[in-house]
């Protein structure tokens, strides 16, 4: 069973290589496409979140804990320049309607 220090590291992994793919992507289409491809990407990126979050549901709670401690973490230490405010509200809400359902169903 994953622990919380697995969901400290994956959520680093995660912040870290979807912020790098973004820039590179983002740029990437802004020189050589259309901007609507830019939408169209922007669209799959939000279904890849809503995977990840429905997700959330599967793992161990102390998996969920290192991962709210990473993301928060995170949050503090890059000003909020690698995770936006929305970003953190949804990684931080789901998660945490995930504990308290456990607590309430126990």
Request: glycine share 8%.
């Amino acid at each position: 069973m994953p622990k919380a220090k697995s969901g400290v590291g994956r959520v680093f992994g995660e912040v870290v290589m979807g912020a790098a793919t973004i820039f590179i992507i983002e740029y990437a289409i802004k020189l050589f496409l259309p901007p609507e491809y830019l939408t169209i990407y922007r669209v799959f990126t939000v279904i890849g979140m809503i995977f990840l979050l429905m997700a959330m549901k599967y793992w161990s709670t102390r998996y969920i804990m290192g991962w709210i401690i990473g993301l928060s973490f995170l949050f503090v230490i890059s000003s909020n320049s690698i995770v936006g405010t929305w970003e953190l509200m949804l990684y931080l809400g789901v998660p945490a309607v995930v504990l308290a359902r456990r607590l309430v169903l126990r």
